[in-house]
């Protein structure tokens, strides 16, 4: 969700101080009327501060509908290390989107509303919390109540202000018509925490955004804008001490999970989830999607990371998503259409692509024909020493208990989230489980399929079901699929060994297996991710494969 410039704004912000320099005019788009605002954060202490961008030359009274976003990085200083302090203007976190769509010359109005605590807006972060649920709510009911609204917002993000979208989402609040929502969170725990387990960013992203809360605006804002963004520093603390709280049942991290708020809400949701996410992960991102209760949601999983739908490569040659940009934004354009304007349809679904690159339609995700066939795995123990990473071996992979199935005798498809049920006898408290499935090749080489986490918090006999990563995966005849059950993924979380030795006293693996052959796609290809991810590869002996062999259940051939 951060860049990792906002490592330099933590250690280099108490040095930053605006100087005293009046307010000057607004820079602003050639296609754009640009004015401040501000109202009520619906706390009833706080105030929010807006910047609208309306079309040039539009009557103050004629009505459009609302493109909205609510985020923490709307700040009118941008990036200071990078720009120094005197920007003009609003924030143009979103003006390639403005640039690609034309949306204002399409007769909307864009609005982008500061956070608490963020930007022009007084108060303080809360990481999700209600704050931040309530300001998404009143943003909203703001936008759609003004002389120049038709009433019907239309909320779009990406990472934070993407969950804020979904906020909008699950809060519901009249006027709110649509969300689009690139690579969002869907629990503020599971954007640290894997079942107890640490992401690489559980302890330096609270502390960087505070950092952001405390970042001055730009030298040219009114002296409303900065009162109202100094940095109220009471909180700053209680966040970051709030957030190492590692059960997902605390009453703060209850406060942050969108998905019982969200569960039948019928705001159209437009949702964008990558397969290979390494920032806002995929965790509960398929649950979400298929518990809501708009008919009209549409979602593209794919093989790509923290992008855009319309992003491409630095050098502008590739699409991150493997798809024209034009493909994205048409989709968007035609999605805010229907349900701002009522003009058009829009095909509900998912669009979804496998590890061949192939993009095709489905109407739900995991599909309707995807079946979960259950195998049973090795027993043995593994060393919870924090040693183990998923890929990168030089002669052989792995340390865990290894479970290898017997070549497939047809091609098969793994559709869905695989499922790990494990019984271990530990010594410690506190030691860990990773569960890695491979996809291994006859000479040895395995890609990474799905993985997962899980902290073991007692000690002795533990018992522990779950789910490990969604993917869409095409496993070729003659290939293995491998199971390992260790101690740790270094390369993805950061674990705290015990040193224990975990007897793995019995285990099985839900594997979800298509039933039917897709034969029909839509347009796209390969993405530059997913050709990253094909290219790290984990070597496994034969010698492992010989001592892990076990037959699995296996997919009869593809109807």
Known sequence: MLPVRAILLALLLPLLVPAATPPAAAATRNDADHFEAYFPAGDGINTLHADVLRP?????????????TVSPYTNHSGEPLENGFDNEGPSDRFYDFLDLSRILDRGYTY?????P??????GCNDWGGNREQDAVEAAVKWAASQRWSTGKVGMLGKSYD?????MGVAQRPPGLEAVVAMEPVYAGYNYLYNRGVRFTNSVLTPALFQAIDATPGSVNDSPEYQANGAPQAWCYGLNESLQQIDSPHDPFWLE???????????VPLF???GFLETNTKQDAAFRYFNSLGS???????????HVRGWEKTADGERAQTGRPTSQFIGQVLDFFARHLKGRGDVRPGVQVQDNVGRYRHEALW?????TTLWSRLNRGTYADDGGNQATGGADDTGQGVWSVSQPLRHRAWLAGEPQLRIRVETTAPRTNLVGLVYDIAPGGKARLVSRGANLFRGAGEQFTSFRLYGQDWVLRRGHRIGVLLSGADSSWWVHAPTMDTVRVESAAIGLPFLGRDRTRFLPGGSTPRLEEHLRQTAPVSKATIRGSDRGFHLPPRLR
């Open 56 to 68: 040039k030359g539009m009557s103050p009274d004629r009505r459009t509908p609302v493109i909205l």
């Open 111 to 115: 609005v982008m509303v500061d956070l």
């Open 295 to 305: 008919p009209a949601n549409r979602a593209w999983f794919g093989q790509f990371d």
């Open 366 to 370: 995991p599909p309707a024909d995807s």
């Open 162 to 166: 993407a969950w804020t979208g979904l």
């Open 271 to 273: 949702l964008t989830q």
């Open 117 to 122: 605590g963020f930007g022009g807006s007084s």
């Open 256 to 266: 942050r999970n969108l998905l019982p708020s969200s569960r039948r809400s019928r």
